[in-house]
């Protein structure tokens, strides 16, 4: 589809709930799995979800909006999700903002539900495309596909009894691995010729988070910068000058990664802050 100039849903579509019904009508075009029976302004509570659907491959909740994606949708979603006992959660809106996609991989990692931020573009001629923003590590798509690609660097990582044991990674998704604790997400990252670990902080109060937690780590001991941006805390701990690209140091590259996220992991979750 050729998306030469973006024109807001609010052009096209009256109302939210216009939208959500057009949706309703066309769930394919998410690739989350397969829902045939769906119901929009659904009854949950004294609130209604703006689509629930049920198939093959479970329960389905969808919150929906124009504009930027914001924290009362998050929340709704989180809500009827959890009532609804869904199997998968979508939020859809034409943009977000870079702490919702960390807090959605946030519950990817600790929630039984498959959670999605999904984009939706429309071009001039009102035709709509939707992007993955942020989605589980292996979703229902991937699930199905037995072609899929792992990473070939991290299954010994994910493979093992360790703190970063999980799943198996994707090669589209192979640039990092992370777990969580205190409400700090700990992400081993790997790029082509450098690997490093950054820390993400979730707490409401997130610098004074991120200075009670790095008094664990002096800096006689831990090569690390603070890298902020307008609407993350984050610390970046230095690791090697190597990474992909260097092939025969992935053993050194993996164990450094490995002791070093876990020494780190394990000074923050023993914190009891």
């Known amino acids: 589809m050729n998306l030469q100039k973006t024109i807001s849903l609010s052009s096209i579509y009256d109302e939210e709930k216009d939208f959500s019904a057009a949706l309703a009508d066309n769930l394919e075009a998410l690739r989350v799995g397969s829902f045939e029976d769906t119901e929009t302004e659904s009854r949950v ?7 629930v659907g049920a198939g093959v491959d479970g ?11 914001d924290w009362d949708h998050w929340g709704r979603l989180e809500a009827y999700a959890r009532l609804k006992e869904a199997d998968v959660a979508v939020l859809v809106a034409e943009d977000f903002e870079e702490l919702m996609l960390v807090t959605c991989n946030l519950r990817n990692e600790d929630s039984n539900i498959n959670w999605y931020l999904i984009q939706v573009q429309a071009n001039s001629h009102e035709e709509l495309s939707f992007h993955h923003i942020a989605r589980p590590a292996i979703d229902i798509q991937t699930e199905k596909n037995t072609d899929i690609e792992y990473s070939e660097f991290w299954q010994p990582i994910r493979d093992g009894n360790g703190v970063f044991a999980g799943k198996p990674v994707p090669v589209r998704d192979e640039n990092w691995i992370m777990k969580t604790t205190r409400k700090v997400q700990v992400c081993l990252y790997l790029n082509n010729h450098q690997c490093y670990i950054r820390l993400f902080f979730l707490n409401p ?3 004074e988070h991120r200075d009670k937690i790095m008094a664990f780590f002096p800096e006689s001991d831990y090569d690390y910068e603070y890298k902020d941006t307008s609407r993350l805390t984050t610390v970046i701990f230095r690791v090697l000058d190597k990474g992909k690209k260097d092939h025969d140091h992935w053993d050194e590259i993996r164990q450094k990664l490995v002791d070093m996220g876990t020494d780190i992991y394990n000074r923050i979750n023993e914190s009891d802050l």
């Open 205 to 207: 109060n997130h610098f």
């Open 45 to 51: 509570g004294t609130r209604r979800a703006d689509i």
């Open 59 to 69: 329960t389905l909740v969808v919150e929906n909006q124009f504009g930027k994606a």
